[in-house]
């Protein structure tokens, strides 16, 4: 038995040594100098087209600072929940692009200010999510790519207890689930 010990321990050293094995180190080869120029090397360049930023069906767009579907934030006035002018294009922008893309879900999330009481609050967020959706479906979007969340006051952007902060939470996001 003691016989069967020692040789199982030799032959266990002897595997590990194999194990570890060096490779030898490589050897450069010396460089030689010719006298020909050596040919420039040409890479094919592969150019793509930048995306036109007013093709809203181009899903380039939404990483395109110069489009509208990279701008998925809607503002909206103290108490109120009506779309302003200014963001009605944003939202036919997206529009656009969801009513083209079958495929495409979108969730809007409504927020608002701090001020308010938490379930009017979440009223008002739902309130103006409806709003974003009212213009999408108008725009010929269907409701089955469409959810609509509000958060009232519980996410805000910034917690400063002004006006220069406060306008910044009165918002709908535009959240895509699938593009």
Known sequence: ??????????????????????????VQEPVTETTEPAAPVVEEATT???PDPRDFTDARNFDNS???????????DFD????????????AAHAAYISGHNS???????????????EYNLGL??????????LLSAAGVMGSQLNIVSYGEERPVCRVSDEDCWWQNRRVEIVYTAR
Do not use: Q
Not at 66 to 76: A, D, G, N, P
Not at 125 to 134: F, H, I, P, Q, S
């Open 1 to 26: 038995m003691n016989t069967t010990w020692r040789l199982l321990i030799a032959l266990v050293f002897a595997v590990a040594i194999s194990a570890c094995k060096t490779t030898p180190p490589e």
């Open 48 to 50: 793509i087209a930048a």
């Open 66 to 76: 110069e489009s509208l579907l990279s701008k998925r934030v809607i503002y909206f």
């Open 80 to 91: 109120k929940s009506e779309v302003k002018a200014e963001y009605r294009a944003i939202v």
């Open 104 to 118: 495409s879900r979108v969730t809007l999330e409504g927020h608002t200010d701090e001020r308010g009481t938490r």
């Open 125 to 134: 967020g739902e309130r103006r999510g409806n709003a974003v959706a009212g």
